[in-house]
């Protein structure tokens, strides 16, 4: 995240967020009244794009390490509620796991209609997720895993809520956050 000295300075420092779990996030709700300000002012708002031109200085060896790195933040970003939680792994299931499994599952059901139906929609998934691929010059054939790569998340969200309720969730610079008690 790029931003001016005096614009942070003016907002309340990065003391303002030193408590926060996800400190990108939470830096971007304090910016963004003066961003909002300063783009209208300017006819201009806030820009959230892709760039060759910086690098991650984070290195990931293995799943391990992005699983606890997600982990460690999912159920914080949904509010430690369990509504949003049952909402948002109800929603990752049906939008990206329920049409490949009613293709690969075709030879249960024998429903050719809906197994094209599904064959349709993993197709149209893989296709939305083609722009990102071209700029990073993957091969196309990597949105088909985007299933795959839904699946994941999906079991690294519950397992963030998982370690919250056994009081080991948003462990975080050696410390472990304290979060609000789970709620519908």
């Given at each position: 995240?790029?931003?001016?000295?005096?614009?942070?300075?003016?907002?309340?420092?990065?003391?303002?967020?030193?408590?926060?779990?996800?400190?990108?996030?939470s830096l971007a709700r304090l910016l963004r009244p003066a961003a909002r300000a300063q783009g209208r002012a300017q006819g201009r708002g806030l820009y959230l794009g892709l760039t060759l031109k910086s690098h991650?200085?984070?290195?990931?060896?293995?799943?391990?390490?992005?699983?606890?790195?997600?982990?460690?933040?999912?159920?914080?970003?949904?509010?430690?509620?369990?509504?949003?939680?049952?909402?948002?792994?109800?929603?990752?299931?049906?939008?990206?796991?329920?049409?490949?499994?009613?293709?690969?599952?075709?030879?249960?059901?024998?429903?050719?209609?809906?197994?094209?139906?599904?064959?349709a929609t993993w197709a149209l998934m893989a296709l939305a997720w083609l722009p990102?691929?071209?700029?990073?010059?993957?091969?196309?054939?990597?949105?088909?895993?985007l299933p795959l790569a839904a699946s994941l998340y999906t079991a690294m969200t519950f397992d963030s809520a998982r370690r919250h309720w056994l009081g080991k969730g948003a462990a975080w610079k050696g410390r472990i956050a304290a979060g609000k008690t789970p709620a519908a």
């Amino acid at each position: 995240m790029l931003i001016r000295a005096d614009d942070l300075a003016a907002a309340g420092g990065l003391p303002a967020i030193k408590h926060a779990v996800i400190d990108d996030c939470s830096l971007a709700r304090l910016l963004r009244p003066a961003a909002r300000a300063q783009g209208r002012a300017q006819g201009r708002g806030l820009y959230l794009g892709l760039t060759l031109k910086s690098h991650s200085i984070r290195s990931f060896a293995d799943l391990w390490e992005i699983w606890r790195m997600v982990a460690r933040s999912a159920y914080t970003q949904l509010h430690h509620r369990v509504s949003l939680l049952v909402g948002t792994l109800a929603g990752m299931v049906w939008l990206y796991l329920a049409a490949p499994f009613a293709v690969l599952a075709t030879p249960w059901h024998q429903n050719l209609v809906l197994a094209l139906l599904a064959g349709a929609t993993w197709a149209l998934m893989a296709l939305a997720w083609l722009p990102t691929l071209r700029f990073y010059g993957l091969s196309p054939l990597r949105g088909l895993l985007l299933p795959l790569a839904a699946s994941l998340y999906t079991a690294m969200t519950f397992d963030s809520a998982r370690r919250h309720w056994l009081g080991k969730g948003a462990a975080w610079k050696g410390r472990i956050a304290a979060g609000k008690t789970p709620a519908a």
